[in-house]
Nanobody, 120 residues
Framework: QVQLVESGGGLVQAGGSLRLSCAAS????????MGWFRQAPGKEREFVAA????????NYVDSVKGRFTISRDNAKNTVYLQMNSLKPEDTAVYYC?????????????WGQGTQVTVSS
């Protein structure tokens, strides 16, 4: 069982930066692939970024490539999402997720989300 708690959301002006954190409990964090998703009002949840358990493999949605960076600190059981050059269209609730079924498997655990609002 993995429990995930996101933090770091808030209100920022366009062009600004935020760093989201996701603290995980449980002994299997270091062997779990991690991901970030987001859901804007009236839209479906979408994939943002993923990071393998080893940190050696990443994937990003095209709209955030070059602006967002996912990273992890297995010693702290934490995964991060550094968001730079934020745009109003990045406004959404951001969710952290974990999976153990392999890179192409489904996500098994989800956090409660943290709100990110980017003003123009």
């Amino acid at each position: 069982q993995v429990q995930l708690v996101e933090s770091g959301g808030g209100l920022v002006q366009a062009g600004g930066s935020l760093r989201l954190s996701c603290a995980a409990s449980g002994r299997t964090f270091s062997s779990s692939d991690m991901g970030w998703f987001r859901q804007a009002p009236g839209k479906e949840r979408e994939f943002v970024a993923a990071l393998s358990w080893s940190g050696g493999r990443t994937n990003y949605v095209d709209s955030v490539k070059g602006r967002f960076t996912i990273s992890r600190d297995n010693a702290k059981n934490t995964v991060y999402l550094q968001m730079n050059s934020l745009k109003p269209e990045d406004t959404a609730v951001y969710y952290c997720a974990a999976k153990k079924g392999g890179w192409f498997g489904a996500y098994d655990y989800w956090g409660q989300g943290t709100q990110v609002t980017v003003s123009s």
